[in-house]
Structures are given as C-alpha cells and as structure tokens.
C-alpha cells in the first residue's frame, strides 16, 4: 500500500480514514506503545509534557515478560546494547552478609527464552527514544501537555498546551493516557482518587565501579532484607556503576515527590547495615529520593481512551515490575487496536480497547499486589523474619523460580 503524508508530517497510510492514535506522556509506556503501534501500521501522535528527555540516570530491572515483549518489537537488539544481563539474585538479612537464599535469574535455553535485564532507566528511554524517531507513523510533540479530552462517536478530541499556555486541538481515532502516577487523563475518565503515600522513600543512586566493593560489581541482583527498609543493588553499564536502591520505612512524602537527598538522613539506617552495605552506601556520590505512592487500578479502558503503565496501575518497587508492567501493556494495547484501526465495523475501537482492559485488569492487579505483599514480607519484624527466612531458604533455587513462573513466563495472546 502507498502511504501519503498527513498534517504536520506525519505519514498515515494512503486511504485510510481513522484519524491517529494520540498518545499522552513519553515515558517508558507512551514510548513502547508508540513504537508498537506505529509497526503495526497505526499512526501515532505521542505528546510529551516536558521539552526534552532528560532522565534521572538510576537504574531499573526488566524481566522476561517484558524482554519478550521488545524482542516481538524488534527492540531487543537496540536495548539489548545497554543491558547486562544478571546471573542470579541473593537475599540477605540486614545486618548479615551470607546470602541465605536466591535464584538464577536468567530462563534456560528454550525456544522464546528471554533475558533478564538490568540498565540504567536513561539509556532505556535513549534506546526507545532511537527506534521511535526510525519510526516513519510517529509525530512526536515535546512541550505539550495533553489537558483536556472530549469523546466522540468516532474517537476524540484532545487539548494539549505547551509552556507558553497556548492551546490546539487534535483530532484523534483514541488517546492512550500514559502520563505517569498523577495521569491527569485518569482524572479525566472520571477517577479523581488521589494516589496514597504509603510511608517508604526510595533513595537511589549510581556508584561508580571504581568506588564500590568487588561483591557489588558481581554480575548479580542483590537484595538485603531488614526491619526498617531493604536495599537492592546491581551493576548497570557493562559495569561501569552499581545501582544501589535503599527503601526507608516510616517517613513521611516529600514535598515534590521526588528531589535530592541528604547522605545525613541515611547514617542511621546504614549503621545497622553489615559492613559490605554500609560501605557501598557511604560510596554514593549523591541520592535521589522518591516518595512512594500506591494506586489501586484504574479501569483501564473507557470509550476511546485507554490507560497505561503508571497512569493506570503503580506497581510498588518491591518486586521490579512497573516499567515491565508498562511494557507488557504497550505491546498488547497494540497489538487489539491493530485490526480494529483498519476495521470499518462501528465500535471496533472501542471494544478492542475494552478487550485490552479486560485481559489486563486480573493480571495488573496481582502484580501490584505481590509488590505489596513483598513490603510486608522484606519488612518483617521478628518472629515473622525467621519464618520467612526459613521458608525463603527451603524454596532453594527451583522453588523460587517456580514462585515466580507466573510473573516471569507471561506471554501476549
Ligand atoms: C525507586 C524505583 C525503582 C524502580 N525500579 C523498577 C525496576 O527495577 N523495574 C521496573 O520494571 N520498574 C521499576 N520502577 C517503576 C518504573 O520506573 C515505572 O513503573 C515506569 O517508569 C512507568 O512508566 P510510565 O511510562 O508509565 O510512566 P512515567 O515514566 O512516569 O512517564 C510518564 C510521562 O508522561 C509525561 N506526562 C505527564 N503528564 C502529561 C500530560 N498531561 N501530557 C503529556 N505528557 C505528560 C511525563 O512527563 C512522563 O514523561 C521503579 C520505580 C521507582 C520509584
């Protein structure tokens, strides 16, 4: 099939009559859905709040539901580049440096085996902001807020602002909110529940190799278990840094959500720590601290607009799944609204999008959950502790895969 250009460059495929899919936010969801749409043959507009792309240079984990995911996108490769790739993951007590219990983190060799990833959170989005921009459906609009939506009967009208205020509205078949944890496209489906503070901060940081002990450049996951928060580091950067997260229990949320963090507020947390850890901490050159927000999730589809990724459902950071969340639901919210895009049945769109909410809502739920349980059970006080290490320990490598066999192994139908 030819393809034309459409208004303001963006190529849309010859004769069809859909207007594009707008997508709202450009964050690790925005960014895969709009590559994944766009593959699929969806034109896309993708509207970022913020001028540029400049992120906070932490790290994060993507597991292989998600791996698999980029691989069916052909993005393997292109992130692939910046993963390393760890080899298991070793639980700690606190204040103890033997490692009591874990797993190997990669899936044996199979036909659709996917790696488990660890990267630093920028060189994803420059590895998804690279295959994005090769994509010839996608116009992408930096500096613009999306504000307002109004459905229709044959998609929506969307408003974005940019930073001088000034308005324009676009015309799009469906609008895919993936604005972040305070999605003002939520609010406007009608959910003005407020995300709640749970009481932890997450500090994170990026210590240099050179400044780290030798165990924390180990090509594995490291997770230190205690009564008052838990700590998860791992190498990023063909092991160039150490991703080091401490999560702190019982503070109270930041002004701003996120900001700076002062390594003072850390000494006394660190002083309990065994000697390994607390030497890694006091290595931070600086820390970044978030306030951490739970959300139940929201209905993930309403006429013709969907959520996403943390607009519609944070997961805690305590089992690693909210950019792998985020990715899992770009790729099936593309693959629906394909066939429905191109489809002259009345109402196509809107069922493909509520087809995509019903296939997720179950699973997103259960992930935020076990994220939730995981706080109470990292968290544990004694007795509890004991039994959870005991218990922790008897699973052995096998157990613990088998745990987690229902997260890792997800596949798109
Ligand atoms: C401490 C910590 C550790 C984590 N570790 C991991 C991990 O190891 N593995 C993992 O999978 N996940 C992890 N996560 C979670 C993960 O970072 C998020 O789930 C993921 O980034 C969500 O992506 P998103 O695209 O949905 O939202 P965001 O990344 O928040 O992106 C939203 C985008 O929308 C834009 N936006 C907002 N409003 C508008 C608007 N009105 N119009 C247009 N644009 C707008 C924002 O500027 C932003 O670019 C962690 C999170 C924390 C806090």
């Keep these: 099939m030819g393809r034309g250009f459409g208004e303001g460059g963006l190529i849309v495929p010859e004769g069809m009559t859909r207007q594009p899919v707008l997508i709202a936010g450009a964050g690790i969801s925005g960014l895969t859905a709009a590559i994944a749409l766009s593959r699929a043959g969806v034109?896309?507009?993708?509207?970022?709040?913020?001028?540029?792309f400049s992120e906070a240079g932490a790290g994060l984990q993507l597991s292989p539901n998600a791996t698999r995911v980029l691989t069916t996108l052909g993005l393997a490769a292109g992130v692939g580049r910046y993963a390393m790739a760890p080899r298991r993951l070793d639980i700690r007590r606190w204040s103890d440096e033997r490692a009591f219990a874990g797993m190997p983190m990669q899936e044996q060799p199979e036909a659709d085996a996917a790696p488990f990833w660890s990267l630093k959170r920028g060189d994803l989005q420059t590895a998804l902001v690279d295959a994005m921009r090769m994509m010839p459906g996608v116009r992408l609009m930096v500096g613009r807020a999306v504000c307002d939506v109004e459905q229709g009967g044959d998609g929506v009208v969307v408003t974005i602002e940019n930073e001088r205020g000034q308005r324009e509205r676009l015309e799009a078949s469906a609008l895919v909110g993936a604005d972040g944890l305070w999605s003002g496209v939520r609010a406007a489906l009608g959910d003005r529940g407020e995300p709640r503070f749970l009481g932890y901060q997450a500090w994170r940081t990026l210590v240099p190799a050179r400044d780290a002990e030798a165990f924390a450049r180990d090509r594995s996951v490291a997770l230190w278990l205690g009564r008052?928060?838990?700590?998860?580091?791992?190498p990023v950067d063909e092991g160039r840094f150490v991703n080091l997260v401490v999560i702190r229990k019982g503070q109270t949320a930041q002004q701003d959500w996120s900001g700076p963090g002062n390594p003072a507020d850390l000494?006394?947390?660190?002083?309990?720590?065994?000697?390994?850890?607390?030497?890694?901490?006091?290595?931070?050159?600086?820390?970044?601290?978030?306030?951490?927000?739970?959300?139940?999730?929201?209905?993930?589809?309403?006429?013709?607009?969907?959520?996403?990724g943390d607009a519609a459902h944070p997961v805690l950071p305590f089992l690693a799944q909210g950019a792998s969340m985020a990715v899992e639901d770009a790729g099936l919210l593309a693959r629906l609204i394909a066939p429905a895009w191109t489809s002259s049945e009345p109402g196509a769109l809107q069922s493909a999008l509520a087809d995509f909410a019903r296939q997720r809502m179950g699973r997103v739920a259960k992930v935020q959950d076990a994220a939730r349980g995981n706080g109470r059970m990292y968290h544990a006080g004694f007795p509890l502790s004991a039994a959870r290490d005991l218990a922790l320990t008897q699973l052995g490598d096998a157990g613990m895969r088998k745990r987690y066999a229902w997260l890792y192994g997800w596949r798109m139908a």
């Design 228 to 234: 008052h928060g838990h700590a998860v580091h791992y």
């Design 267 to 308: 000494v006394d947390i660190a002083s309990s720590a065994a000697a390994p850890l607390r030497k890694l901490i006091h290595a931070a050159p600086a820390w970044q601290v978030w306030s951490l927000f739970d959300r139940k999730p929201a209905a993930m589809a309403l006429g013709h607009v969907a959520l996403i």
């Design 43 to 52: 034109p896309v507009i993708l509207a970022e709040r913020r001028a540029g």
